[in-house]
Structure formats: structure tokens, C-alpha cells
């Protein structure tokens, strides 16, 4: 089954619903968004509602690794700037048809950052990549990102090994780096490189 019912009338897409074409009801907001059951894990994006997997034990792994790595270097350095990991509701567009909700975000302006929310794009975005969410990191979420003004955004894919390093305020092509490289991070001039962890399961 692909599409499924949670709350009163409310049609959550799973990636499986997207790959195969069903058809996807666009009239959600923001206000639906937050009528949802408090134990189901959803995004809203231009009005439809997807359904977000739990996050797996790597998945975890890595969001803290990566964020400690980060709050460490902002702490030393000073600034407005705070990190924030997920789960965090970012009201990209600021208005009620999307909410999203990234792994790791890092957020410059302090004006942007509400009790409940995030408003606006994040100077930098994190997703980490699960099979439930391949399509919307890859596809979805980079065009949202770069017209919300996210200066940097990454995909970490740890099935494929890999990351991928939207630097859109430099204006780049994409740049791929494997897991086991330390990347750096664009907003802060690649001063600050990411280490990945190993994992062993």
C-alpha cells in the first residue's frame, strides 16, 4: 500500500506513491500540518503531505556527529549563528503550504528563528538521505532550498557512500565528496571540515 490515511482525512504520500504516479492531493497547509497525530512524522511541500520514516540508528549517528562537529567550531567562533538539529519545523517559504523538516540546519540571522519554528531558508541545509526520502532530497528539496536562499545545501547519502555539496551562493556545480574525505563547509569559507564517523552495526 502507498497512500495511507492518518488523522481525519488526510492522505500522507509515501516516495513508493510518488514513483509510481499517484495522483497527489495539493491543498494541504500549515494548519493541517500541525492537526496531524503527534506520533506521525510528515513534511508539507507545496501543499502535499509525505511521509517521513523513523530515522535509522546510522542516520542518527551521523545527524550527531555531524552537528557536535559544527556546534563545536560556531561555539569557538563566536556569532549569531546556530546550529540545530533535526527534528526542527522550517517554514521555508513563509507561507502555509510548506514545512519542512531537514536533519541539520544552521541558521545566521536570529530574526528567523521562532519558539516553534524556523522561518525562512537556513543559511545551510543538511539532509541525510533513507530510502523513504531519496526522491524528495535529491530532486524535491534542492529546488526548494535554492529558491528559498539556503546559501549551502548538502546531500549525505551514506548508502551510496557519498556527499553532495550544493554551494548556492557561490553559484558552483555541484561538488561530490566520498564519506571518508573531510568536506568542507562553504558559509563558513571551508575553514570548518566535516569528518563522517565509521559505522559498525
Known sequence: MTEYKKG???????????????ERYRGYTVEDYYALPEDTRAELIDGVLYDMASPSVRHQDIAMQVSFQMVDYVNK?????KVLQGPVDVQLDRDDKTMVVPDIIIVCDPEKVKEDRVTGGPDF??????????KRDYAIKSGKYCGADVREYWVIDPEKDRVIVYDFE????PAIYSMKEEVPVQIFGGELKIRFPEFCP
Not at 567562533?77 to 549563528?81: A, D, H, L, P, V
Not at 541545509?125 to 531519496?134: D, G, K
Not at 557561490?170 to 556545480?173: H, N, S, W
Open 170 to 173: 557561490g553559484d558552483k556545480p
Open 8 to 22: 481525519s482525512d488526510v492522505n500522507i504520500i509515501k516516495e513508493s506513491a510518488i514513483r509510481y504516479g499517484i
Open 77 to 81: 567562533k563566536g556569532g549569531k549563528c
Open 125 to 134: 541545509v543538511a539532509e541525510i538521505v533513507s530510502p523513504s526520502s531519496r
